[in-house]
């Protein structure tokens, strides 16, 4: 596995830090953004399960400072590449002792990588949802800190990201199954309709296939309603208008989940539509803020 990200923050589905929020608040989110990229990076890895739990481990480390584990725990040689994987970490706690900013949400997301180092199947629905509150919820809560809003937001802060987690999971779960064989749609969703797993690796969805998709975008559309007011309660301006951005954007791929094959259909926004979408959700938000 190379050290270089597979993708950066230009390649996610949704801004990350982009010019709407302030400056100042920039430096801690992409902090963040590189820790978690690279934390991914190791738990999708072709390294074996225990070597990656010992990069993890050296990044939790890294969080308080301690920096790369000691000879004697240091990663395996075939993942020598990986062998510096705490600087991000360690970036990432300078950055939030100098601000007075929480490392509980960095800690919390190391669990969803521990998880995925190890575990490769999601049982049900509400195990894909614990797991959301692992890998999604702490980025979300992470960045209120950082604007010091009112931490009786977050559960609408978790359902948009729990929500966009899933966006992610569903766009890419025929990528995931053939790369590296995890599966986030729910087993007992498959078994329902007799899909296998393995149906997952084809050039195009069953039509029952399709439909638990669909299934999955509905209960999509359902976490979203709940995080709709999220952008009208958030008092820095600049944030509100992101995730008003950020909803917009989620609402209709989940829309486009509905009626195309992600194993077979572009399920990601083009650019252009992208930058109409955002518009739009900007023009409606700053006219419902006056």
């Known amino acids: 596995m190379s050290d270089a990200p597979t993708k950066t923050h230009r390649d996610e589905n949704f801004p990350v830090a982009s010019w709407i929020v302030a400056a100042h608040?920039?430096?801690?989110?992409?902090?963040?953004?590189?820790?978690?990229?690279?934390?991914?990076?190791?738990?999708?890895?072709?390294?074996?399960?225990?070597?990656?739990?010992?990069?993890?481990?050296?990044?939790?480390?890294?969080?308080?400072?301690?920096?790369?584990?000691?000879?004697?725990s240091a990663p395996k040689a075939d993942s020598a590449p990986e062998a510096d994987s705490a600087p991000e970490a360690m970036a990432l706690g300078e950055i939030a002792r100098a601000r007075g900013l929480s490392l509980a949400h960095a800690h919390d997301l190391l669990g969803a990588f521990v998880h995925d180092a190890t575990v490769n199947r999601t049982p049900d629905w509400p195990a894909l949802l614990a797991y959301c509150a692992q890998s999604a919820a702490p980025v979300g809560r992470f960045i209120c800190d950082v604007h010091g809003e009112d931490r009786a937001l977050w559960p609408l802060s978790d359902a948009l990201c729990a929500a966009l987690q899933i966006i992610n999971h569903l766009q890419d779960c025929g990528r995931d199954y053939r790369a590296i064989d995890r599966v986030y749609v729910p087993d007992d969703m498959l078994a329902a309709v007799g899909v296998p797993a393995a149906d997952l690796g084809g050039a195009r969805a069953s039509p029952a296939l399709r439909g638990v998709?669909?299934?999955?975008?509905?209960?999509?559309?359902?976490?979203?309603?709940?995080?709709?007011?999220?952008?009208?309660?958030?008092?820095?301006p600049r944030l509100a208008a992101e995730v008003a951005v950020i909803q917009a954007l989620a609402e209709d791929l989940t829309r486009l989940l509905l009626t195309r094959d992600p194993l077979y259909d572009d399920v990601h926004h083009s650019k252009p539509r992208a930058a109409w979408l955002a518009l739009g959700a900007l023009g409606r938000h700053l006219a419902a803020r006056r």
């Open 213 to 236: 998709i669909r299934e999955a975008a509905e209960r999509t559309q359902t976490i979203l309603a709940v995080a709709k007011p999220f952008a009208g309660r958030i008092r820095d």
């Open 25 to 72: 608040h920039r430096a801690p989110i992409m902090a963040f953004y590189r820790f978690a990229r690279k934390a991914d990076d190791i738990a999708d890895g072709p390294a074996a399960p225990d070597t990656k739990l010992a990069l993890l481990a050296a990044m939790r480390a890294g969080l308080d400072g301690d920096g790369a584990p000691k000879a004697d």
